[in-house]
């Protein structure tokens, strides 16, 4: 499976992470309300795509470019107190030029990759500290349109064209998929350049796409952002966290908050197939990650510290790996660089590794808590057992040198 290549100490709790679509760049958003970006080492693997050149190096004049001790092989670019409370998403542009963040000050930020500057802002309409003017996931879908998920279940859509300095920006259109908050979100179909990492797992795309399926509260919901809402499931018995599209968009994993992950067939909304047990001890499923190079394979970020790897296919899935980010905090994000050499990282409470493929060994390893592939259960019988997800909201912000344009 995996091996660890690097260990990285945080400041406080980590809330958001974004992994570059072209270059080894690392972003992290935590609970302090900083913002901190990293440079990885060239991969010594293999690559399975093409990495595209890039321009990114450490800023000279940021005197925190030091390096813990034992992480020597991550490179600080630039970090810098970005929002007032805690940094709760993190989103890089299709082209990786741009980084949109959003934190609990109701503010959304788009900062120049390379620096860190700040170039335009979005206010959220709502009296501050209220659910509607908290965010709680950023996706850029394309370079002129931001969809933004808050506390509350209204989804809004962004044009970034349109003048972004004011008081209270207003969103181009408003659509209301859940009625509880939007915990997950992702393009359907799903043109995946790289996964970007907000606790709720959105993945970038390459092409435009006008439908977008979402897990908010106990259902799954797709809807078209020129006609609303198309379907949705029936509620489940579980809180719905995560979710992952693979196979070509053929099949949509979904994880809960009962160490389950459920599978549904595209077209087939109403209920799910088939499930995977995870975790035995019903740990939260916060992370779900689709691991490139490998159709059907899914990297699940468990509340017990582990990464799982699940394999999705047409008839199931089953587990069929796992390793260890942490012995105590849960793993709230998981993401790959594609075309360096299938290294994944992943990140949780005051944590992030950088891990290295070593390739697979026997099939079925790791199957510590098996699968229960197809399994059916009468509605009836079904108890809904809801488990509100945990949102830590931190202050006490870690002393970081401020620079001009970066706040």
């Known amino acids: ?13 980590l809330f958001a992470l974004a992994t570059h679509p072209t270059a080894p760049l690392l972003a992290l958003g935590l609970s302090s309300g900083h913002v901190h970006t990293h440079l990885l080492p060239p991969s010594s693997s293999p690559s399975p795509t093409k990495n595209p050149t890039h321009n990114l190096a450490p ?32 989103a890089f542009s299709p082209s990786g030029d741009t980084l949109f963040s959003a934190g609990s000050d ?43 998920a808050t506390d509350a279940s209204p989804l809004r859509l962004y044009d970034l064209r ?13 659509f209301t998929p859940h009625t509880d908050y939007i915990s997950a979100l992702s393009p359907f179909p799903a043109h995946t350049l790289n996964p970007t990492i907000n606790k709720g797992n ?21 809807t078209d ?19 992952a599209v693979l196979n070509n968009s053929k099949d949509i994993l979904v994880g809960g908050g009962e160490g389950k992950t459920l599978h549904w067939r595209a077209g087939e909304w109403s209920d ?12 939260s499923l916060d992370a779900l990650c689709a691991v490139p190079g490998r159709d059907g ?40 660089f594609e075309g360096e050499g299938g290294r994944m990282v992943s990140g949780g409470g005051g944590v992030v590794k950088v891990w290295g493929w070593r390739g697979r060994g026997e099939e079925g390893e790791g199957e510590v808590d098996g699968s229960e592939g197809s399994e059916s259960e009468d509605e009836g019988v079904r108890r809904k057992k809801r488990k509100k997800r945990r949102r830590k909201e931190k202050g006490g912000a870690e002393h970081v040198l401020g620079f001009q344009g970066m706040d």
């Not at 091996?3 to 406080?12: A, K, V």
């Not at 799910?272 to 740990?283: D, M, T």
């Open 272 to 283: 799910w197939g088939s499930r995977i047990r995870v975790s035995r001890e019903g740990e």
């Open 202 to 222: 959105v993945a970038r795309t390459t092409a435009s796409t006008n439908q977008i399926l979402t897990t908010g509260g106990t259902t799954l919901t797709l």
């Open 297 to 336: 394979e899914v990297a699940v970020g468990v509340g017990d510290g582990r990464v799982v790897f699940v394999r999705v296919g047409a008839e199931g899935g089953r587990v069929v790996g796992e390793v260890r980010h942490d012995d105590l905090e849960g793993v709230v994000g998981v993401g790959f």
């Open 106 to 148: 109701g503010l959304v930020k788009a900062a120049v990759t390379e620096t860190g500057v700040v170039k335009a802002k979005i206010a959220l309409s709502g009296e501050k500290g209220t659910a509607e003017a908290t965010p709680s996931l950023l996706h850029v879908l394309t370079p002129s349109t931001l969809l933004l």
């Open 59 to 90: 800023t000279t004049n940021d005197t925190t470019n030091g390096s813990p001790p034992g992480t020597s092989t991550i490179t600080p670019l630039w970090h810098t107190h970005r929002h007032k409370g805690s940094t709760r998403a993190l």
């Open 162 to 174: 349109a003048p972004t300095y004011l008081p209270s920006s207003r969103p181009v259109n408003t």
């Open 225 to 243: 952002l020129r006609k609303g809402t198309l379907s949705q499931s029936l509620p489940q018995t579980t809180e719905l966290l995560s979710l």
């Open 1 to 13: 499976m995996y091996d660890t290549i690097c260990t990285l100490p945080l400041p406080s709790d």
